[in-house]
């Protein structure tokens, strides 16, 4: 970014997400799950739950496009 001149980093895109994402009450594993985040460390959570979730993320981030005007 900054070769670009672009004067931000992904981290404040990343943290606008995710406060955004709260203060709508989206689901808080989907929020995690786009932000590339593990989720989950015992072991019902990290052996038997594998889904992705992609079905809720797509809903997710395609909401987000809207509110900051992509979508």
Do not use: N
């Not at 929020?31 to 992609?54: F, I, K, N, W």
């Amino acid at each position: 970014m900054r070769r670009a001149g672009i004067d931000a980093s992904p981290h404040g895109f990343r943290s606008t997400f995710r406060t955004w994402a709260q203060s709508r009450g989206e689901d808080w594993e989907a929020s995690e799950l786009s932000l590339g985040h593990r989720v989950g460390s015992s072991v019902s959570s990290s052996c038997y739950a594998r889904s992705d979730m992609l079905a809720l993320r797509r809903g997710l981030q395609a909401r987000y496009a809207k509110a900051v005007g992509l979508g």
